[in-house]
């Protein structure tokens, strides 16, 4: 897989905990493949009498160091981590010859990884939304939304701008100098339930000093 393509939703996806343990579990089984061996640490280059290669390479890059990047917190999202395995296959592909053993070594092992970090974060993308959607009003949150709001008194909707401007900026729209619109879509259940509240209680308030 190249590391051109196009990117999958969970390469975003931030490395916590659970996501961290995946990872080792994913390098553990990398490092561990019988085409893994000349991968697993930086290359020797002058033991080898590859004098050219720090020439050619730029950004030397192994499983060994991955690893150990990965266990000191230095990736933030998997971007990162897939980033600096990408490395290893490319500066292999660079310097060797095509075909040759080292980079049909270098080409298992990159499949390999990818469809072990696509098995393990298949799902990303179906999470994210749903935790995106968990926060969207409903059609009939917005109309109840639209109602309340257009029972409120001027100082009423001033109170309300000042609630949606503290807690969702987006949600106010400046359409000239002395006009404001609320944009429902942009605001969340929390949101929401504020401007309830607040509606609830100067509702009360009107029916108490109308009787």
Known sequence: MSSKASKPEYYRC?????ELKKLEEIMDKIIN????FDFRAPVDYESL??????????????LGTC?????NGEYKIIQEFIDDINLIWENCRTYNQAGSAIVKMANTLDRKMHGLIDKQFKNYKAKDEQEKNKNQLSMNDKLVLTDMIKQLSNEGLTQIVKIILKNCPD????????????????L??????????YCEKANKENNKSSE
């Open 33 to 36: 493949d019988k085409n893994a």
């Open 188 to 197: 969340t259940y929390n949101d929401y339930n504020l401007i309830k509240e």
């Open 171 to 186: 949600g106010i729209e400046d359409i000239d100098n002395d006009k404001l619109q609320i944009k429902i879509d942009f």
């Open 49 to 62: 009498g590859l004098l050219d290669y720090p020439k050619i390479i730029k950004h030397p890059m192994d």
């Open 67 to 71: 690893k150990e990047k990965l266990l």
């Open 14 to 18: 931030e490395i916590t905990e659970d």
